[in-house]
């Protein structure tokens, strides 16, 4: 070290030691200030926040149950949501264009997989919050692409993903939902609304 760096190590010591002094003084202050107010009582009588206060609304989406959770007509209109954002966004701006073969699949008939109804509704839902909401930000879209649509991509088009048996087992009873998913059949043309 040259004179010049002592010089200007002992200078950044000094200018440190001078700001915790400082603080020092400052939370002595903010202690007394404290004192004093506990001291003098409260001005206004302290209710319970439930009293005074109504209940926080809900988050926008936070109150829709999980598609999986509806059933009938409920359950339709869900679908043919999530089934026009996937169809008309989702598949054409991420799927479209990309082979389809065992170590990277794909179903036509997605919503048939509940794996893959569930996943892709929650993309939806962060798709909403992040990308079109009153609260999203510049980066919003980024940060789904990123966040969410990579990761949720990686495990439905995984060679051991929900759609593999479609792709690659031609005797595979395709599309047999368990006997506790709502969904019997499925046609976005449909009218059905049970």
């Not at 003084?25 to 926040?49: D, F, N, Y």
């Not at 869900?78 to 996937?86: R, Y």
């Amino acid at each position: 070290m040259t004179n010049s760096d002592d010089r200007q190590y002992a200078e950044d010591i000094a200018d440190l030691k001078a700001q915790v002094k400082g603080l020092t003084t400052k939370v002595r202050e903010l202690q007394e200030q404290l004192e004093q107010l506990i001291a003098s009582g409260p001005a206004v009588p302290l209710t319970p926040p439930e009293a005074t206060m109504a209940p926080p609304p809900a988050e926008a989406g936070s109150a829709e149950p999980h598609i999986l959770s509806l059933e009938g007509a409920a359950f339709t209109r869900a679908l043919e949501k999530l089934a026009t954002w996937v169809d008309d966004y989702f598949i054409p701006a991420f799927v479209a264009g990309r082979p389809i073969k065992p170590n990277s699949p794909w179903c036509p008939e997605w919503w048939r997989h509940p794996e893959a109804l569930t996943r892709l509704e929650a993309l939806h839902r962060a798709f909403e919050e992040l990308v079109t909401s009153p609260k999203a930000t510049p980066s919003g879209h980024a940060r789904w692409i990123t966040d969410y649509v990579d990761p949720t991509l990686e495990q439905l088009r995984s060679p051991t993903g929900p759609f593999i048996r479609c792709t690659t087992d031609p005797d595979y009873p395709k599309h047999n939902a368990p006997q506790a998913f709502p969904l019997a059949r499925f046609h976005r043309s449909s009218s059905n609304t049970d």
